[in-house]
């Protein structure tokens, strides 16, 4: 099952002091965290975790989607939940996504690719969640 797609949520956000750096991901591509929101939606914490990747997308020999949730997986275990467990917060939800250019959150761009993952924290683990 391919777990990639569109994915709003209407909310409050507040961004998250992040230094951008590059993370090396299964695939071996590398990414570059763009930033990291808070979103508060119906009373209950979200995390966004937005990553870019200009390796993804449609061009040949891009990393396509069913690849792409490999590392959306990794991040979110491996660069989330660090960051969850050091500020010892309690989210509901992790969102992570993957885009293949720097965009505004909630922007649309018919000529952006963007991956995005869902996950709820279990034994300080990411588990997927379907959308």
Known sequence: MIRAGAYLLAG????????AEDIEVPSGISVTRQEI???????????RFRYVAPRIGKEAG???????VID????????????VLGNDL????????????VMDFGA???DATQ?????????????????
């Open 37 to 47: 929101l808070h979103d508060m939606l119906m009373g209950e914490l979200w995390l």
């Open 72 to 83: 959306i997986d990794y991040l979110c275990d491996e660069d989330a939940v660090p960051h």
């Open 90 to 101: 309690d989210p509901a939800r992790i969102v992570v996504s993957m885009a293949d250019r």
């Open 108 to 110: 649309t761009d018919p």
């Open 12 to 19: 409050v956000l507040a961004a998250s002091s992040v230094v």
């Open 62 to 68: 891009s990393v396509t989607s069913d690849v792409a």
């Open 115 to 131: 991956f995005f993952g869902a996950y709820r924290l279990e034994n300080q683990r990411c588990i997927w969640e379907e959308f």
